[in-house]
């Protein structure tokens, strides 16, 4: 029995619970011929080396900072992904002896399922705008919830500056997603600079990150009364997501 290999590329990915999640997958339904691996990628431009050096992937997640950098080395990308404009998933296949890589978003499956239940939120506001900002405001249009973009460099007409998030637009926007890495281990002590003293009991904040499982932005939401989620539920979703596309005939 030939082993496939799955993995992740990104960098850096000391933060990642993919294997571990997948680890305990193939485990529980007793899939014997697969394993998966982290491939940390200092460049993008390594990855045609990787594929060639590693014959037997089969399909790789893509995290931090590639999501958007990976498009250009993509044989075919998927309608949803080419929409959103960030692949979080490719498909690694054989096509006349040549490799044939086809991207999909599945980080907007788990936009959605996180999502459940705050369709009543008329405004977000999306901290960052790197690739899975594009899957999360993907998912805000498609559920009808209008949105600002908060930047660091702000470039198009719905991106706003940190400095332009204000106590009145906090209290305007009660749904709050965090795309950015701030928080995330092993940098535990920083978050977001936005007034949280505007934050509520009528707030949804949504933090993408979940190594650690509160983050600091979430602690200070949930301290002022706002429902929280971590971005578990979002990796899990998308990872089942990625399992199904990988294994479809």
């Known amino acids: 029995m030939s082993m496939r290999v799955f993995g992740l590329i990104g960098y850096p990915l000391s933060h990642s619970f993919s294997p571990g999640y997948f680890s305990d997958k193939f485990a529980r339904e007793n899939i014997n011929d697969a394993s998966y691996q982290l491939f940390p990628l200092k460049a993008i431009e390594s990855l045609p080396e990787l594929l060639l050096n590693k014959p037997t992937i089969c399909g790789l997640n893509v995290t931090i900072p590639y999501k958007q950098q990976v498009i250009p080395f993509l044989s075919e990308i998927d309608d949803t992904a080419f929409k959103i404009g960030a692949v979080n998933t490719i498909k690694v296949e054989k096509r006349d002896s040549k490799i044939w ?62 400095q332009e998030v204000t106590a009145d637009l906090i209290k305007q926007s009660s749904l709050i997603i965090n795309t950015t890495p701030l928080g995330m281990h092993p940098n535990i002590n920083v978050c977001p600079p936005i007034p949280y003293e505007a934050i509520g009991p009528e707030h949804f904040v949504f933090d993408l990150i979940y190594n650690p499982e509160e983050t600091l932005l979430l602690k200070k939401a949930k301290l002022k009364g706002a429902k929280t989620l971590n971005g578990l539920l979002m990796l899990h979703t998308q990872a089942e997501t990625a399992w199904q596309l990988w294994n479809k005939v």
Do not use: C, M, W
């Open 101 to 162: 890589l086809k991207g999909f978003n599945t980080d907007f499956n788990g936009v959605l399922e996180s999502l459940k239940g705050a369709e009543h939120h008329k405004q977000a506001l999306v901290l960052g705008n790197g690739g899975a900002a594009k899957a999360v405001i993907y998912a805000l249009e498609y559920l009808g919830i209008s949105y600002k973009l908060v930047s660091r460099t702000p470039s198009a007409p719905l991106q706003i500056s940190y």
